[in-house]
């Protein structure tokens, strides 16, 4: 018998775990998209907040949606009077998600308070990008990614315009979107649901997500294809619905008051020079063309369609906030063509991808000069105005709960506490108080506007500070 032999096992050495070039410390990549949300939130902040403190509001929009938050959290309907008095919101634009900053607002009662939350939620959508870019080309590329994005142009427009519901959309959709290219298509269905919530042209961007995540889902996971094909036909029936049913039943006049921003346009042509403009905004110092070469893009294509389509030249253009939904979408359609041109067979073409995190990183940074968030560094955006504090204390004397019209300026200090009505649209009402911005003299004789707005009432100079006038109701027939 052969003696027997000792056998001794060998220890098991796990294999190293290879990371993306750039990528040393996983642990740390981890946490710098949440770090870089974190900066990007402050800058936000500041800005928007800056811009309150500075009574540099833009439009109504912040008193129209501080009117709509206050009524939830109110528990009552979301009316707002700015729109007319008892005009419930859901007959203008279909937004109830808005409704979510209702238990926030009910503990701090402020206009800052809507602002802040939308500089979170932009923020916010940073991380989902990063983190896809960093998945997909590394971590120095995806941080590159990342700092482009949350300086893009799309975004820090939306956080200069005060408030708007878009500030939802756009976490969602770059949530959906980075789980689309992490192979997770049902989690990209489940990100792109609530999108039909946020507002009423959204249920197509809806369906087109859903229309992509059949695409790529069509060879690695054939069971999720009918799921998101029925994802985009509720995404396109939810707006039909909402639009001609949900918005006609709660408005006044039993319609749609945009439909006129489609029937009132001429030639698809028209405004060319602007749209093309627009769209090289979006595509080249963002994602230097490359993005075309995705079909995430494809997400973009309601947005821009209704906007293009519109009649309305405000659409067209890269102001205000219409461009924010596209910013997420044209930035992981980026990561995502990245990849394969990097392996091109074309040299010149491989070595214009290796370049471009890098150049839409500058670019976003060159651009920023001269865009909102080059405020912070300005000395004058962290300080409060003495004539800001004066109008302030002028506006404090109008009691609480009054019936107040009011134009731009005087909104954000009155929504909170007072029902405010929009200047010559008070219709049945005849508020105690005219609160103006009159910077400029643009109102040479207050009261004598005041007879023009309510001839039956009487009204007097209240008060005068910083450019701004109260006038108080003294005597009203019938009012």
Known sequence: MPAPTLQVSQPHIPAPVAH???????????GEPWVLAAALFIGYAVVSVGRYRHMATLSWDLGIFEQVVRAYAQLRAPVSDLKGPGFDILGDHFSPVTALLAPLYRLFPSPVT?????????????????????????????????????LSWGVQRAVDFDF???????????????ALLARRPRAALWWALPLVLVKE???LTLAAIALVVAWRARGSSPRTVPHALGVAVFGAAATVLVLTVVIPSFNTSGGYD??????????????????????????????????????????????LGWRFLSGDEHYWGTDWHYSAVLMPVVFLALADALPAVRRST????????AQVPAAVVAAALALTTSLPLAQLTEAEVYRKPAAVSEVERLLARIPDDATVEADIGPISRLASRCRVFWL???????????????????????????RKLHPLAEYAVAGEAGGYVVLERRRAAGG
């Open 164 to 178: 708007h519901e878009i500030c939802f959309a756009v976490p969602l959709i770059a949530f959906s979107l980075e």
């Open 346 to 353: 074309r040299a010149w073409l491989r070595s214009y991808a």
């Open 424 to 450: 010559g649209d008070t219709r049945h009402v005849t508020p105690r108080y005219i609160a103006l911005e009159n910077i400029g003299d643009e109102y040479r004789d207050p009261v004598g506007y005041a």
């Open 114 to 150: 809507l602002l802040v939350a939308q500089a979170v939620l932009f923020a916010l959508s940073a991380v989902p990008v990063t983190r896809a870019a960093a998945r997909l080309l590394g971590r120095r590329r995806g941080l590159a990614l990342g700092l482009g994005y949350g």
């Open 258 to 303: 945009y439909w006129n921003k489609v029937s009132d346009a001429g030639s698809p042509f028209d405004g060319a020079g602007i749209k093309l403009r627009t769209l090289a905004w979006l595509l080249i110092p963002t994602t230097g063309l490359l993005a075309l070469r995705s079909p995430l893009l494809l997400v973009a294509l309601p947005t």
């Open 201 to 203: 042209d959204l249920g």
């Open 20 to 30: 993306p070039p750039g990528d040393r410390r996983p642990g740390r990549a981890r």
